[in-house]
Nanobody, 126 residues
């Protein structure tokens, strides 16, 4: 079992920044991948970024490359999503998720992730 708790959401202006945190507990391995997904009203939940707990690989959606950075602090069992140059279209509920045993690179597929947090709202005003 893995428990995930997100924090750090809120309101930002376009061009601003926010940092999301995902505190993980339970059965976390170096091969575990922690991913961030987001869901805007009326839209499907989509992949944003992911990192392997060993830190050996990361992956980003094209829409956030160059603006968002995913990182982890293993001592705190926390994964961060630094979001810069925010746009109104980044407005969504952001979820972190865990794919507990990954041999290769992080997946972008929602169904590959076994555990999910409760989500945190990010709103970007224009």
């Amino acid at each position: 079992q893995v428990q995930l708790v997100e924090s750090g959401g809120g309101l930002a202006q376009a061009g601003g920044s926010l940092r999301l945190s995902c505190a993980a507990s339970g059965r976390i391995f170096s091969s575990t991948v922690i991913g961030w997904f987001r869901q805007a009203p009326g839209k499907e939940r989509e992949f944003v970024a992911a990192i392997k707990y060993s830190g050996s690989s990361t992956r980003y959606a094209d829409s956030v490359k160059g603006r968002f950075t995913i990182s982890r602090d293993n001592a705190k069992n926390t994964v961060y999503l630094q979001m810069n140059s925010l746009k109104p279209e980044d407005t969504a509920v952001y979820y972190c998720a865990a794919d507990t045993w990954v041999a290769g690179n992080p997946s972008t597929t929602r169904s590959d992730y076994d555990y999910w947090g409760q989500g945190t709202q990010v709103t970007v005003s224009s």
